[in-house]
């Protein structure tokens, strides 16, 4: 084991955590708010929004990651040559930077795991609760909001942990595209020294530190809220 | 196709030949389905020798398989996994210098298939374990009532019956694995995601390939999901309550 390249490289890792970070926060911010409308369409929507919203799930559950990063980031940009007029109009997005690719992969995903959760809380909500609020005369935007969303999320919180956690340990597939997060950095570290456990290492236990954050955050979280814990 | 009129036809892109990329695919995706086939065996493998092994003892070998199953599952899989095939094939040389055959190449896909095995043990170890604690106890006490061996025991009666607690954890990691084989891809064996890659960067057709591997992955999916359906009707046969099918 040697670490003396630990010091040179340790304000980038510093910056790859940061980035990590952000897409960690991000996607699952942004997840989960488009995994909401996702959930709904399937209970509550027409034939077409349910059928839709499931297979979309369903292909985000059903596929890697890391394939539908690269379609996103590859696959699109591909595209760009062929429509006339692309190349002139689209050029921003063709020079964004991967991490917004990432992010935007990152978030899709999330939402397609979280809206199945979703689903089966916003089901297990007793239906008596949703007519007694509609016959106190709540909209059914106010009865989502007052109260199917506010039941239904207190159902996933201890879930949400767990999902939390995967999505962090999907976030160093960033580093396949190319984006300077935690891992990007390992992995320029592990081309310009030639060492390749170290900075495995470095990065595994971060990662481990990470959860273990993430772990008590969510903790200290569902203890704030007021449930029955006898069986 | 006004769009890819510039370029190769869709239908060259996807046959089989030096054309196209068809039978690149098409062996991708058998190399796919064989690491996870075999990797997914030897996480069973592992899964029940490490539950079996927590649930019978409280000493240092509980403390051990509890560090594997916790480290393993809190570590990202693309970064366990290059730790371990770089580990494993580091210490396999070594062994063979060792013993004086000298460097030996490790076969790309037994690498696969133990890295990924011993990364899906981590995770069938839990799903046994809990599987098998929810085994009723009267029944286990039966058994030994009746003088069955501890072994006959298992075999008889614990495993059948802890099979149908187990299925949807189960096919759950059945599916999680046929997507972590894409990671094995970053370690340069060449299963469906590394193929399409290099299809891709020849071709500089990413949309197409692309799509069509995931295609191919969700192809994999759906029918796991209703092979595992029909699994656990069949497993419950017999048991009280409605059926739960996914």
Redesign the interface.
């Known amino acids: 084991m040697r670490w003396e390249w630990l010091p040179d490289y340790l304000p980038a890792l510093a910056e790859g955590l940061l980035i990590t970070l952000e897409v960690l926060v991000v996607s699952v911010v942004a997840g989960f708010a488009l995994a909401i409308p996702l959930a709904l369409a399937q209970v509550k929507g027409g034939y077409l929004a349910r059928k839709l919203a499931g297979a979309y799930c369903?292909?985000i559950?059903?596929?890697?990651?890391?394939?539908?990063l690269?379609?996103l980031y590859?696959?699109?940009?591909?595209?760009f040559p062929?429509?006339p007029g692309a190349r002139e109009n689209l050029m921003w997005l063709i020079r964004l930077d991967a991490i917004y690719y990432v992010i935007l992969a990152f978030t899709l995903s999330f939402a397609g795991y979280e809206a199945e959760i979703m689903r089966g809380a916003f089901l297990s909500v007793p239906g008596g609760e949703l007519e007694a609020a509609e016959a106190m005369g709540m909209s059914p935007g106010l009865v989502l909001r007052r109260i199917w969303f506010p039941s239904a999320f207190l159902k996933v919180l201890p879930t949400l942990t767990g999902e939390v956690?995967g999505q962090?340990?999907?976030?160093?597939?960033a580093f396949?595209v190319p984006v300077q997060d935690l891992?990007g950095v390992a992995h320029k570290v592990m081309q310009d020294t030639y060492r390749?456990?170290e900075p495995?290492?470095f990065?595994?236990l971060v990662?481990?530190a990470l959860?273990y954050v993430i772990v008590q955050a969510f903790g200290r979280l569902e203890r704030l809220v007021p449930q029955r814990r006898s069986v | 196709m006004h769009?890819?009129a510039?370029?190769v036809p869709l239908w060259t892109l996807l046959s089989w030949g030096d054309q196209g990329y068809g039978d690149e695919l098409f062996w991708g995706a058998c190399h796919t389905l064989e690491i996870s086939i075999f990797g997914y065996a030897l996480g069973l493998g592992l899964g029940l020798l490490g539950a079996v092994g927590k649930l019978s003892s409280a000493g240092l070998l509980a403390k051990g398989l509890n560090g594997y199953t916790t480290?393993f599952r809190?570590?990202?899989?693309?970064?366990?996994i290059?730790?371990l095939y770089?580990?494993g094939t580091d210490a396999l040389n070594g062994l063979f210098a060792l013993v004086g055959i000298g460097a030996l190449q490790v076969s790309g896909m037994v690498a696969a298939i133990v890295v990924l095995g011993a990364v899906q043990g981590a995770y069938s170890t839990e799903v046994l374990r809990a599987a098998i604690m929810a085994v009723p106890k009267g029944q286990i006490e039966a058994a030994e009532a009746l003088g069955m061996t501890r072994f006959l025991r298992f075999r008889r009666i614990t495993l059948p019956a802890m099979l149908p607690n187990a299925l949807p954890g189960l096919a759950n990691l059945w599916?999680n694995i046929t997507?972590?084989?894409?990671?094995v891809?970053?370690v340069g064996f060449t299963e469906l995601?590394l193929a399409?890659?290099q299809a891709?960067g020849v071709s500089?057709?990413?949309?197409v390939l692309?799509?069509t591997?995931?295609a191919i992955?969700?192809a994999?999916?759906?029918t796991s999901i209703a092979g595992f359906g029909w699994a656990e009707r069949r497993l419950r046969r017999g048991q009280r309550g409605p059926v739960a099918v996914p």
């Open positions: 369903s292909y559950r059903g596929t890697p990651l890391l394939m539908q690269y379609l590859y696959g699109i940009g591909s595209l062929l429509i956690i962090l340990k999907s976030t160093p597939l396949t891992m390749i456990y495995l290492l990065v595994a990662y481990l959860t | 769009l890819f510039a370029a480290l809190a570590l990202p899989e693309a970064i366990l290059m730790l770089y580990a599916l997507k972590d084989s894409a990671l891809s970053l995601a399409t890659q891709a500089k057709r990413y949309f692309y799509v591997a995931q992955y969700l994999i999916s759906q």
